[in-house]
């Protein structure tokens, strides 16, 4: 080590290489810096991919909950297709039929009242 002014000046090796030693040297330190960005970078690719899984795996979900809901829905719409029938065999008092469901939510919207089970009469 050599001390010129201010400046220090580390000699060594083959003389006139100093230019390519530093070259070697910044490679082997870029290496080095890049080398410790792999493992992290490795963990983020891994949650990406575990992200992927999840969106899908919500996806199928999604699509489990709305067949269900489909078929609920539709399993309500049998159920009350059913009862209509069979309280259609029922009269009224007056000799009248009971209103369908779409007649009995009209009449309600409209302040009409069905009035409970007073005056229903069974078929026979």
Do not use: W, Y
Not at 33 to 49: E, F, I, Y
Not at 79 to 102: D, I, M, S, W, Y
Request: hydrophobic fraction near 50%; aromatic fraction near 2%.
């Amino acid at each position: 080590m050599k001390l010129r002014g201010s400046k220090i000046f580390i000699s060594g090796g083959e003389p006139n290489r100093g230019l390519v030693a530093m070259f070697v040297m910044m490679n082997a330190a870029c290496l080095h810096v890049a080398l410790q960005g792999l493992a992290p970078a490795a963990q983020v690719d891994q949650a990406g991919r575990t992200m992927v899984e999840i969106v899908a795996a919500i996806r199928r979900v999604n699509d489990t909950v709305a067949k269900i809901s489909a078929a609920a829905a539709e399993s309500l719409r049998r159920q009350a297709h059913e009862l209509v029938r069979a309280v259609a065999g029922f009269k009224l008092q007056g000799g009248a039929r009971p209103r369908t469901c779409a007649a009995s939510i009209a009449a309600r919207r409209g302040g009409g009242e069905l009035g409970g089970t007073a005056g229903v009469h069974a078929p026979g």
